[in-house]
């Protein structure tokens, strides 16, 4: 059902704040232009205030009124940032008017008429109703990014658009903002949609870059970092997470290493790393753009302006980088007759795609059905769940294992950031009271007994504290599996604890992560067992002074060598058990 449309109201007196915003001066111009278009690519500085203030001036005018404004948001941090501070200028509560949605986290109600979303939750909504029909505007922000979700989804609203339009519906109106992109490419895309362009930012910023190139970006940082603060301001190290839409109060400094950690996928030899690369000048800007939101700022770049010259002028889209097979697996949830043919605006190759569906084969997700491809049973299940699929698998194959609980835990975990922390000055006392939770069979399950021991105290704070444990994110795992719980529930999954034994427990993880499992050779070291890669064991698991015979790991990251993260010790033979033809083809492969 549509929610009910919200009365047409006048445009409020808009606060000091609001009127401050670059965006304020055209805001009858945007109005006048965006009412008559179907689809529009809106580019802004950063802090012209396209992101809080467009879907407030649409909602004041009642464009879009007969359904919900959505503003989709590469990161869950900006989503709820943003929502927070619209719902603040609308002196509304938060979740009423505007609400917001991010994976295992929703704050909204029938009467929220502007949602900020994550791009995977409205790729999600999409998947139960492909024509998005609850939605009257759906802004796209930050799509320079060009995050994998967001090309899924730039061709998720383009089809529900054209159903729309031919079941002659209401109009779904489609905006895509961003302060850098590459113009033509999204027009064209969005067949020749115009594209609206809002002068000015709100604070000047002034760019230093070094004069010689770093060798060292880390040592550079520090020495910048200490040059400006004198040591009597606060600082803040942050992920690319700060290159979204989001304001951090009181930051007029930025030091940008012009390095970014970026996934790089190899559909030929499987491996998937986190490696470390160069920015793009895309990138660059975003980050500049982050000390002149509330004043006057500076950026320092640690590269010299010839490098910058150098750079990419536009983030490779991830898709063109990344594993597909959550991708495959959402289109074809999405019903997708041809997942080859899908219009992506940035074309992943077809032996990317082709690798994705070999994944989701092996997992037993896919089949072909009168020449078609389509999910099982199982594969639709896997995509009942908001997970990668190797750990919607895992918990599907919680059951045969008598294990469901556990597997649970250990994915809600897998699932948020790292619920522990390791003051280096403290190094000694935390390894001396980690030890009491460190399991010989790996990470998974030192991670499973660090939950079980803070469900014993009843997430007691100060217990957080004495054992190094950061509650914030613990709160968040039993929430995440909460929710993954209430989906198990749904699909009638039998829910049942193995309690001490803790092999079935890894058997079930390396009956589902068998692609992710790596070998000791004679000599030492350890070799994946699909693609022959030379790994090691990286410094932060507890496997880091042991040599066990064979691993599953989660992740692959690439700096000095290629390191496995969060590591489960299992036997080689349950590996065999889990897929016997994968492993024997490997095999023929490897002698050839």
Not at 159 to 188: C, E, H
Not at 554 to 583: G, S
Request: glycine share 4%; proline share 5%; net charge positive.
């Amino acid at each position: 059902m549509l929610p009910g449309s919200p009365p047409r109201r006048h445009a409020p007196a808009a606060p000091c704040a609001r009127r401050a915003l670059p965006i304020f001066q055209a805001r009858g111009r945007l109005l006048g232009q965006l009412r008559g278009l179907d689809c529009a690519i809106l580019i802004g500085e950063t802090g012209s205030g396209k992101t809080t203030q467009v879907p407030q001036y649409l909602y004041e005018a009642g464009i879009g009124r007969q359904g919900i404004i959505a503003v989709t948001q590469p990161r869950r941090v900006a989503a709820i940032a943003l929502a927070t501070r619209v719902s603040s200028e609308r002196t509304t509560e938060l979740g009423r008017l505007v609400g917001y949605s991010v994976r295992f986290e929703e704050l909204s109600c029938e009467q929220t008429r502007i949602k900020f979303l994550t791009d995977g939750m409205l790729l999600r909504e999409a998947i139960a109703d492909p024509t998005l029909r609850c939605y009257s505007v759906v802004i796209l922000d930050e799509a320079h990014e060009r995050t994998i979700h967001t090309d899924v989804l730039l061709g998720v609203v383009k089809a529900a658009q054209k159903a729309r339009r031919q079941q002659g519906r209401a109009p779904l109106k489609v905006i895509i903002m961003s302060a850098t992109m590459d113009v033509d490419q999204f027009s064209q895309y969005f067949n020749g949609a115009p594209v609206l362009y809002l002068e000015g930012r709100q604070h000047p910023i002034q760019i230093f870059n070094t004069k010689q190139p770093q060798s060292d970006y880390l040592q550079a940082a520090l020495v910048s970092v200490f040059q400006i603060h004198q040591g009597c301001r606060k600082v803040i190290l942050s992920t690319n997470i700060a290159e979204t839409s989001i304001t951090i109060p009181g930051i007029k400094f930025v030091v940008d290493t012009g390095m970014v950690k970026a996934k790089k996928y190899s559909p030929a030899s499987g491996l998937e790393v986190l490696a470390l690369q160069r920015v793009s000048q895309a990138q660059a800007w975003q980050r500049a753009g982050r000390a002149g939101r509330e004043a006057s700022g500076v950026c320092y770049r640690l590269y010299t302006q010839e490098e910058f010259d150098k750079l990419d002028r536009m983030t490779v889209p991830e898709i063109q980088r990344c594993n597909l097979a959550s991708v495959v697996l959402h289109l074809l949830a999405l019903r997708v007759p041809n997942v080859l043919t899908f219009d992506f605006m940035s074309k992943p190759s077809p032996e990317a795609i082709e690798a994705a569906i070999e994944q989701l084969d092996l997992l037993g997700a896919v089949e072909r059905k009168e020449d078609q491809l389509v999910l099982t049973p199982l594969g639709r299940r896997m995509a009942a769940f908001p997970l990668e699929p190797k750990f919607s698998k895992t918990i599907l194959m919680s059951p045969k294992f008598h294990c469901t609980e556990e597997i649970l835990t250990i994915v809600s975990l897998l699932s948020a950031d790292s619920v522990l922390y390791s003051p280096p000055a403290r190094r000694e006392e935390v390894q001396a009271v980690r030890r009491k939770f460190i399991s010989s069979e790996g990470d998974h399950l030192t991670l499973l007994s660090i939950y079980r021991a803070f469900k014993n105290v009843s997430g007691n704070k100060d217990w957080c504290k004495e054992n190094f444990v950061n509650s914030r994110n613990m709160m968040l795992v039993s929430d995440i599996r909460a929710q993954l719980r209430d989906i198990c529930v749904k699909l009638s999954l039998p829910i049942e604890s193995s309690r001490s034994d803790s092999t079935n427990v890894r058997r079930c993880l390396a009956h589902s992560l068998f692609m992710n499992a790596a070998e000791l050779q004679p000599d030492g070291t350890y070799s994946t067992l699909d693609s022959h890669q030379l790994v090691a064991i990286h410094p932060s698991s507890v496997l880091f002074q042991c040599k066990p015979a064979c691993v599953v790991y989660n992740t692959l990251l690439h700096t000095t060598k290629c390191y496995m993260r969060d590591l489960c010790v299992v036997d080689a033979d349950w590996l065999y058990e889990a897929a016997p033809d994968y492993f024997r083809r490997k095999l023929r492969t490897a002698r050839d």
